[in-house]
């Protein structure tokens, strides 16, 4: 092993990575929390400037690289990995044609089976509770769970369709989805379903017979057993209905929840600090989640030795031996994990801490600063860069070559752009790294927000959302030159789940708040009878048609009973009888 040193180049990479010109601290945060919260000051994960600057691809020969054939052949030369095969693999979606309508795709994931399953053990579960309590006949007279009845299919689609409609209205209660309050009542969600069924629904919502768990103290227990039979279900149908692209991420998300489970962990780092994490392989360039693993938390008061390199290859064994480029952070990258899935025919490129075992003294050791050529050295397949531009880079990469490439970086304040030799395997891990990310911001959007006490509901719901996104990735490769937008996909969906829907008839509820007075009781005008301080008639402006930006309209009429100034046409007639009275007086407007 030696350390290679480089200088100048006489090739740039152009403009062959669209997001050249982004903030590139955009995914380049630092990975250094340990599954169970522990830091770790190890390693840095932050692959290039600050976020205060922007970057262009530098060219030195004239513009003749700014063609196509030039960007691809760039992209050729920063490869380097003839060990590994070719990928060959048909990708993008695999079962849909453009006549597919979104609810078709959507349905593809919430089919018969998992419909089947989800009526099926919500009924059982709702038995069993009521069982217990002694049966209909012995609960208290006012008890919600005597309005029980058995769902249907159709009604579980319906509560779907809710629970999706409910990620695009976020309120702060479910049961202000139904308020009465005119202002703010919502018609069509309670033509749907009523507040009480949807929320005895919710209530006893099941994926699992609970009477087929392993108790704790069992060889065989899973911590996860109440949503891992569903979650492998979607997994299946993810996998059935796309196939990635050639590179592909690993990265984490945390599902946010509070609430007690072994299962919950702490990162201080991230936007949502106490949650579930959810172990992620996407897409790089789309965001499609192709396959998901749920953590289990620690095993008595040890974290399992190994974990995320077990992690790494249970998620990416279906991709063995096709060629796949996988990308991943520092948490995961390990010299002894890239060398085995060399050997399973999949190569890797990742951020590295140095103290991982079998990384070179050299990497370790050498401490750089800025215009200091990267240090690369080469250990068989693996190859080890570390780089410094604002702070110290290192990247382990069994599929890219050690040349750089001239980068313009654009700070603020600074007249003149500065260049840099960058290695063209960290602007790979830029480019290729986001996949997770980009799933978890479409997914932000919507992500149902209310408290529950149960861990794996907020599973369920963030499955749900994992296969929204992941129907509108493959509707928008189905329909390239058509535009739509993320709520009108949704509200398709929707429309979707219900069709054949009728809600089951209940007795009314109770009325909506009243509307203001001045629509109901009895008003008549009369005249204004206040002077001015000069002794003159007050003729105030009128509420109706008055608007000082447009013409100002005075009046000696009031109504006498709401005590306020308006003309007598239109203006009364249009205060007492409509909910939006404004109005501009314009010529003719008085006739």
């Known amino acids: 092993m030696e350390r290679q040193q480089h200088g100048d180049v006489d090739w740039v990479l152009g403009e062959l990575f669209e997001d050249a010109d982004s903030e590139e601290s955009d995914l380049e945060e630092l990975r250094d929390v340990n599954i169970d919260g522990q830091n770790d000051d190890s390693g840095s994960d932050n692959v290039d400037s600050d976020s205060d600057e922007h970057s262009d691809a530098g060219n030195n020969d004239g513009g ?137 629904i919710l209530v006893f919502f099941h994926c699992v017979d609970n009477t087929t768990l392993k108790q704790p103290g069992d060889p065989e227990h899973d911590r996860r057993g109440k949503i891992i039979q569903v979650m492998e279900m979607f997994v299946s149908r993810w996998q059935s209905a796309y196939y990635p692209d050639r590179e592909i991420s690993i990265d984490e998300t945390i599902i946010p929840f509070k609430g007690r489970t072994r299962m919950k962990v702490y990162k201080p780092d991230k936007p949502h600090k106490w949650g579930l994490n959810c172990w992620n392989l996407a897409e790089s360039k789309t965001g499609y989640i192709w396959n998901s693993e749920l953590y289990q938390g620690k095993k008595g008061n040890h974290s399992e030795v190994g974990l995320t390199s077990r992690v790494v290859k249970t998620l990416c064994e279906p991709v063995y031996n096709t060629g796949h480029h996988v990308y991943m952070d520092n948490l995961f990258t390990a010299p002894t994990l890239f060398r085995d899935l060399g050997d399973s025919g999949v190569g890797a490129c990742g951020t590295l801490r140095v103290n991982r075992v079998g990384t070179p003294v050299e990497i370790k050791t050498v401490k750089l600063k800025r ?121 398709a969906i929707v429309h979707g789940l219900l069709e054949g829907h009728m809600r089951h008839h209940t007795r009314p509820g109770r009325r909506p708040a009243a509307a203001p007075n001045r629509l109901t009781d009895r008003h008549f005008l009369k005249f204004n009878s206040d002077m001015t301080p000069a002794g003159r008639q007050s003729k105030p402006d009128c509420v109706v048609c008055s608007n000082r930006t447009v013409k100002r309209h005075q009046t000696e009429y009031v109504c006498a009973e709401c005590n306020k100034p308006m003309c007598p046409v239109p203006c009364f007639k249009r205060y007492h009888t409509l909910v939006e009275y404004k109005s501009d007086c314009i010529p003719g407007y008085h006739k």
Request: include cysteine.
């Open 64 to 200: 003749a690289r700014g063609t196509p054939a030039a960007r691809n052949n760039d992209l050729a030369r920063a490869y380097d990995h003839a060990w590994l095969q070719n990928f060959i693999q048909p990708h993008g979606q695999l079962l849909f044609s453009p006549d597919s309508t979104e609810c078709d795709i959507f349905l593809h994931y919430f089919d018969a089976e998992v419909i089947h399953l989800l009526v099926t053990e919500t009924n059982r579960y709702a038995a069993s509770v009521i069982n217990e309590k002694g049966g209909l006949e012995n609960l208290p007279r006012y008890s919600r769970l005597r309005k029980w009845r058995e769902v249907n299919d159709s009604e579980i689609r319906s509560f779907i369709a809710l629970l999706l409609l409910m990620g695009i209205d976020r309120r702060p209660t479910y049961e202000a989805y139904w308020t009465t309050e005119w202002t703010l009542e919502t018609t069509g969600l309670r033509s749907i379903m009523s507040r009480d069924r949807f929320l005895i």
């Open 371 to 491: 215009g200091d050529p990267p240090c690369a050295v080469r250990d068989g397949n693996l190859l080890f860069i570390s780089w410094f531009d604002k702070r110290q880079v290192n990247v382990l990469t069994t599929v890219h070559n050690n040349l750089t490439f001239q980068k313009s970086v654009r700070a603020r304040g600074q007249i003149e752009p500065r260049i840099v030799d960058k290695p063209s395997a960290i602007e790979c891990y830029t480019k290729y790294m986001g996949g997770v990310d980009r799933a978890d911001q479409g997914m932000s959007y919507y992500l149902n927000i209310h408290k529950t006490l149960k861990w794996w509901k907020k599973v369920f719901l963030y499955i749900l959302e994992v296969s929204y996104v992941n129907s509108w990735i493959i509707w928008k490769a189905l329909h390239v030159n058509t535009r739509q937008k993320p709520d009108n996909f949704r509200y």
